[in-house]
Nanobody
């Protein structure tokens, strides 16, 4: 059974940085990514990355966030710089299993940016 475990969330001041990690296990994953959900809002895409390193970002985080992955460790990272109060949300790791196409989600990690 596939499992995704996020870490690295916390409280940071506006303008600061955080690095999220997501350790995946139980499968080989093709596309991996990060989504976020702020209170009262729908879950939204933050960034995705393929196995060969192709990336995609939401317009709201371009130039501030960087997604990366280590295929050997089955881990995906999200480096978040120049954080804003509107980045406050629960961040979820997402991964698509390479052969079945099933999608797995982590339980989420809370990022709070104080202004």
């Amino acid at each position: 059974q596939a499992q995704l475990v996020e870490s690295g969330g916390g409280l940071v001041q506006a303008g600061g940085s955080l690095r999220l990690s997501c350790a995946a296990s139980g499968s080989i994953f093709s596309i991996m990514g990060w989504y976020r959900q702020a209170p009262g809002n729908q879950r939204e895409l933050v960034a995705t990355i393929t196995r060969d390193g192709s990336t995609n970002y939401a317009d709201s985080v371009k130039g501030r966030f960087t997604i990366s992955r280590d295929n050997a460790k089955n881990t995906v990272y999200l480096q978040m710089n120049s954080l804003k109060s509107e980045d406050t949300a629960v961040y979820y790791c997402n991964a698509n299993r390479r052969y079945s196409g099933m999608t797995d989600w982590g339980k989420g990690t809370l990022v709070t940016v104080s202004s």
